[in-house]
């Protein structure tokens, strides 16, 4: 595959990350909560990979029993989780402060990565923190004014959602030399949907998916939004370097901002725009290499 093909599918990818609203907005409008459309892309997601896996990958099915439950936390303790906080500032709020506060993710994993990988905080890193947290500042309007009329339960949540979000690389880095992504995906998606059944009333409104309403925006929401994303993004990250595919993938939150804005009815200021704009850059440059100052050693 050429280097023009790999840029085309990860960018494919991370817009259809970007044009989950469009999903989600119908299931809210027929009466789904945050908690319950969180179920609904978790089941159905998994039955669709599951689909995938058992006629063209089965042998990446194959794993080892006590790596479960590193599957089981990156499903529950990440993606549900995540999935929840993201919806809810979705619910209350509007999708491009959501997306915006979910990209404070790359700030979390540069963090917890310092903490439990023991890796370098570079000035890279240390500049996109403040500039992730002087962007939201902008995002959420506690800047310039110095007051947010949104309230602080939202923001919370918002950045609860960019925490758990990054929970996920953390929770998988120890496995991912032994599986690939693929069948990590699976298996998170496994015991997610299988908590969001235990856990969530969705059972009690299987009757609801008999309506196109309800059930096209489902199979949406799984097959473009969440497996279409992710086949497209990890076809063009095999041909690319990670640092390349991430700052490729920086075009979701402004494929869900524009999709927000024509579709949604949002509406944002220019601070607000600037601050979106810090973000995503925020997210570029933890991504980034550092310069080589003498062999072996990485400096921002």
């Not at 024509?262 to 850059?281: H, K, R, S, T």
């Amino acid at each position: 595959m050429t280097t023009f093909k790999a840029y085309i599918y990860t960018i494919l990818g991370a817009s259809c990350w970007g044009l989950i609203g469009l999903f989600v907005d119908p299931l809210y409008q027929e009466g789904f909560t945050p908690w319950e459309v969180v179920a609904v892309r978790g089941i159905f997601t998994f039955v669709f990979l599951m689909i995938i896996m058992a006629i063209w990958f089965r042998p990446h099915l194959k794993t080892r029993i006590r790596d479960h439950w590193i599957f089981a936390a990156s499903g529950i303790c990440s993606v549900a989780f995540f999935n929840y906080f993201y919806f809810e500032v979705f619910a209350q709020s509007n999708l491009s402060l959501a997306v915006t506060l979910l990209y404070t993710g790359p700030m979390f994993v540069a963090l917890l990565s310092r903490i439990f990988f023991k890796e370098l905080l570079t000035k890279n890193k240390i500049a996109a923190l403040i500039l992730a947290l002087t962007g939201c500042a902008f995002v959420v309007q506690l800047l310039p004014s110095g007051t947010s009329s949104i309230p602080g339960s939202v923001i919370l949540m918002g950045v609860l959602s960019g925490f758990f979000y990054a929970l996920y690389s953390i929770l998988t880095k120890p496995i991912t030399k032994r599986y690939s992504p693929l069948t990590i995906t699976t298996y998170t998606f496994l015991y997610t949907s299988l908590f969001m059944l235990l856990a969530s009333p969705i059972i009690q409104k299987v009757a609801l998916f008999t309506s196109p309403a309800v059930f096209i925006p489902a199979i949406l929401l799984a097959l473009v939004s969440t497996v279409g994303g992710y086949v497209f993004y990890t076809t063009g990250l095999k041909h690319l370097e990670a640092s390349k595919a991430s700052i490729l993938a920086t075009i979701e939150p402004v494929v869900a901002v524009i999709s927000s804005v024509l579709f949604l009815n949002d509406y944002l200021n220019l601070w607000q725009l600037a601050g979106i704009l810090a973000v995503l850059y925020s997210a570029v440059l933890v991504s980034r290499k550092g310069r080589r100052r003498v062999v072996g050693e990485k400096v921002a």
